[in-house]
């Protein structure tokens, strides 16, 4: 059975437009506390980039987005410079959520997690009702 375009699974290469330099290195998995999405189970692929000069760029990847011709990078991680090596592993031994860590030219292990969510804090609309307030 085919599925209607709108509904299709995106397949092959897709550009990314915003990123700033040349990609060394790509981690791509699923991360529940960075998809921001509530209205269905799926959890959109997370894209980390590894960037030849040392900062991770990333982005969701919706495989569903139909009509876009590219995805759009949500710029460089705050705070990370000189990281040699992104990777997706689990927060706990054999448990726990799935995260990825990025390694510093130190040796120096960062949970991306917390700074994605920060990113993404101040990348929306925010609605705010006053109660009871006289201005």
């Not at 791509?28 to 189970?41: Q, R, T």
Request: glycine residues 10%; hydrophobic residues 45%; aromatic residues 12%.
């Amino acid at each position: 059975m085919k599925l209607p375009r709108h509904l299709a699974v995106r397949e092959g290469e897709i550009a990314v437009n915003g990123l700033r330099g040349k990609v060394k290195a790509v981690a791509i998995g699923k991360l529940p506390a960075v998809d921001w999405n509530m209205f269905c189970e799926f959890v959109c692929p997370a894209v980390f980039l590894l960037m030849e000069d040392g900062p991770v760029e990333w982005f969701l990847a919706n495989p569903l987005s139909y009509g876009w011709d590219a995805y759009d990078s949500r710029g460089a991680v705050p705070w990370l410079t000189e990281v040699v090596s992104p990777a997706f592993e689990s927060d706990g031994e054999g448990f726990g959520d799935m995260t990825v860590y990025a390694a510093d030219s130190r040796g120096v292990r960062f949970d991306l997690r917390p700074l994605c969510n920060s990113m993404m804090l101040f990348n929306t609309l925010w609605i705010c009702g006053r109660r009871g307030v006289v201005l």
